[in-house]
């Protein structure tokens, strides 16, 4: 990544500010940079933060919208995320946006007991992360309208699968 700053010296009071900030302007920037890295992008907060306050309350109230429910990692209390994907005889396959950043993705990796709401009735299973697993064209085989909003939103894509009892 790299930042470019350019100035223009037309007067002498920006000439005499810039002597001033360009110390600063030389630690800030790169410390800056290094936290937007660490952090990751802007785009990853946005999408969660709606996610979590609009979207998920929204869909969590729908009939025919899937459940996934895991244990929380730290308070040990569940949590319900709708998600999408499509369940083939035992299995249960879904394709996470943003990857281990997903909070349901690090809570099922702290424990992989989960439980799945199917057509209004909930399943006991396992989850697995499968990072092997080709996530783009996964989504090819998973409901459409979840795909779409996955492959848009998105930046990690991550495979999980279920294994229902």
Known sequence: MRWTTTVRF?????????????????????????????RGSGWHRLVTTFQRRVGNPVLSRLPGQVLLETT???????????????????????????GT???????L?????????????WHHGTAHVLPGDDAVARLKSLPRLNSVGVRTLGDNLLTVRVDLE
């Open 10 to 38: 037309d007067r002498a009071p920006a000439r005499e500010l810039w002597a001033l900030a360009a110390p600063i302007h030389a630690v800030v920037i790169p410390w800056r940079l290094r936290e937007a890295a660490r």
């Open 72 to 98: 929380g990692r730290r308070s040990g209390v569940s949590r319900r995320t709708p998600v999408g994907g499509r369940r083939t005889g035992d299995e249960f396959r879904l394709v996470s946006e943003f």
């Open 109 to 121: 990796q702290a424990d992989p007991r989960v439980r799945v709401r199917l057509r209004g009735r």
């Open 101 to 107: 950043r997903s909070q349901y993705v690090r809570n």
